[in-house]
């Protein structure tokens, strides 16, 4: 079942969100209206709060998970991730957070603590420590990842149509008629 509950918290789906059967999502999740979660991911907010904005797509085989509270993290980190976010394939995130129209390049990881400002492009394999801070406006690269330089306009409009993308192409799943199993 892709839609588990853990210790007394059950996934919350927003109006018109997909999450694909393969997928498994668990524990304290929010999941916006509009967002797709596409075949083999997993959302795993088994110690800590994982919320997901609205027309933000998390592709194929992405692992999303927290950092739990302890003795060298007292609070932890929840995973916050913001509107029309685009998570390429294979991406790990760990207790960051992600703010709105942003796109994780495939096979990224973005580490426990990282905060990631609005309108950024993260090249593909880039490596976001942990605790680092992205700056809005500019492409990364990298492992570790260094600013690269300016997103240009044509690539800052590159954010809304790629989320707009992602909601046709989940609503022609759910045409088909896709149902979450009960």
């Known amino acids: 079942?892709?839609?588990?509950?853990?210790?007394?918290?059950?996934?919350?789906?927003?109006?018109?969100?997909?999450?694909?059967?393969?997928?498994?999502?668990?524990?304290?999740?929010e999941i916006g209206a509009d967002s797709s979660v596409w075949p083999l991911t997993v959302i795993r907010g088994d110690m800590h709060r994982i919320r997901i904005g609205a027309r933000t797509s998390v592709q194929d085989g992405s692992v999303l998970h927290i950092t739990h509270a302890g003795p060298f993290n007292p609070?932890?980190?929840?995973?916050?991730?913001?509107?029309?976010?685009?998570?390429?394939?294979?991406v790990m995130l760990h207790g960051c957070t992600l703010g709105n129209r942003i796109l994780v390049g495939?096979?990224?990881?973005?580490?426990?603590?990282?905060?990631?400002?609005?309108?950024?492009?993260?090249?593909?394999g880039s490596l976001v420590p942990p605790g680092k801070r992205l700056e809005g406006g500019f492409l990364y690269v990298g492992s570790p990842v260094k600013q690269a330089r300016a997103l240009t306009e044509k690539e800052?409009?590159?954010?809304?149509?790629?989320?707009?993308?992602?909601v046709k192409l989940k609503d022609q799943h759910l045409a088909e008629g896709y149902h979450l199993p009960e």
Do not use: C
């Open 1 to 29: 079942m892709a839609i588990r509950s853990f210790q007394h918290h059950t996934p919350r789906l927003g109006e018109r969100a997909f999450v694909d059967r393969s997928a498994v999502v668990l524990g304290d999740v």
């Open 156 to 166: 800052r409009a590159f954010f809304p149509y790629s989320a707009g993308n992602y």
């Open 75 to 90: 609070d932890g980190f929840p995973l916050l991730i913001g509107d029309e976010v685009t998570i390429g394939h294979k």
């Open 106 to 124: 495939m096979g990224s990881t973005i580490m426990d603590g990282a905060i990631v400002e609005d309108e950024v492009i993260i090249g593909a």
